[in-house]
């Protein structure tokens, strides 16, 4: 049986604190592979500037290309088009019983940061979401554990140990708001995702995904 991690998020664009979280949820929880899941459509809030579903995926699988290869010499982090190729909005329980569809015998879990791990309740569908995935969280500063622990026990999730993070402050709206005052990206961004931004002048100020 394999053991996948499901990662999902807006990835407009992704940074390197992404592919971190996914390589330390890997080694720290012994998963065989890792799948980013870009949004299709946000059901809770707007992604703006929004430079289209499809662009956001190609920008996480440009950044998946640049992860280092798992033992062996196989790819560890994959990309999944399920939300973005799903009509109307992207709930997590929807995607997850997709995936089991997809990868049947596999054991997933369902990594997130605390922060969105303590307003889980608030989602469609939460105890769907803990009874097909173990829900693996990652630290963050200022939210206590014992509050996210007890919102996957109301749930009847299984929780999986916590993910030790390094704290990296980069955000993919520090990445959007530097590349719109002209600065530089270099290493908060894969250089390949970094690449496709300047070719296709996302986020730039005037250029597509700045919001006109």
């Known amino acids: 049986m394999s053991s996948i991690g499901v990662l999902g998020g807006a990835f407009n664009p992704p ?5 971190l979280l996914a390589r330390e949820a890997r080694e720290q ?20 500037p929004e430079p289209g579903p499809e662009v956001r995926l190609e920008l996480a699988r440009a950044a998946a290309a640049d ?18 190729e799903r009509e109307g909005p992207s709930f997590a329980y929807r995607t997850l019983e997709l995936l089991a569809d997809e990868k049947p015998g596999s054991e997933l879990t369902f990594v997130m940061g605390a922060d969105a791990a303590v307003g889980l309740e608030g989602w469609r569908r939460p105890e769907r979401v803990a009874e097909l995935a173990r829900i693996a969280v990652a630290e963050r500063p200022g939210v206590d554990r014992d509050a996210v622990d007890a919102v996957v026990r109301r749930l009847g999730g ?3 140990p916590a993910i030790e993070m390094p704290q990296v402050a ?17 290493w908060l961004v894969p250089d390949p995702v970094a690449a496709l931004i300047a070719e296709r002048r996302l986020y730039a100020a005037g250029g ?5």
């Not at 940074?15 to 592919?19: D, N, S, T």
């Not at 992860?67 to 973005?84: D, K």
């Not at 980069?170 to 270099?186: C, F, K, P």
């Open 15 to 19: 940074h390197v604190g992404h592919l």
């Open 29 to 48: 929880l012994g998963l065989d592979e890792v799948v980013l899941v870009p949004t299709g459509v946000a059901p809770h809030k707007r992604i703006d």
């Open 67 to 84: 992860a280092e290869p798992a033992e062996g010499g196989g790819r560890w982090l994959a990309v999944s088009a399920l939300e973005v």
């Open 158 to 160: 299984r929780a999986a």
């Open 170 to 186: 980069i955000s993919s709206s520090l990445v959007r708001e530097r590349i719109a005052a002209g600065r530089s990206i270099r």
């Open 208 to 212: 597509r995904g700045a919001g006109e």
